[in-house]
């Protein structure tokens, strides 16, 4: 029962993931005045850390139930 603590996790962090992404694009990017590009450039490596996340969650829940 333990390893579907990992399961949720890794739906947490898909979700986390799908979110950053979704709000990246929804937010767009924009030119300043002075030519300087203005975007949520956080979202793209937290998007990246969350997938990776929530595959490591969701390998280790694979693992572990077909271990049992």
Known sequence: MASYRYLVLALIFFGLSVG??????????T??????????????PLAWLFL???L??????LWAKRRK
Do not use: K, S, T
Request: with cysteine; aromatic share 12%.
């Open 52 to 54: 990776l996340l929530g």
């Open 20 to 29: 950053c992404w979704l709000g990246y694009e929804l937010a767009g990017a």
């Open 56 to 61: 490591v969650a969701g390998g280790y829940h």
């Open 31 to 44: 030119v300043d005045e002075d030519g300087r590009l203005i975007e949520l450039f956080a979202l793209i």
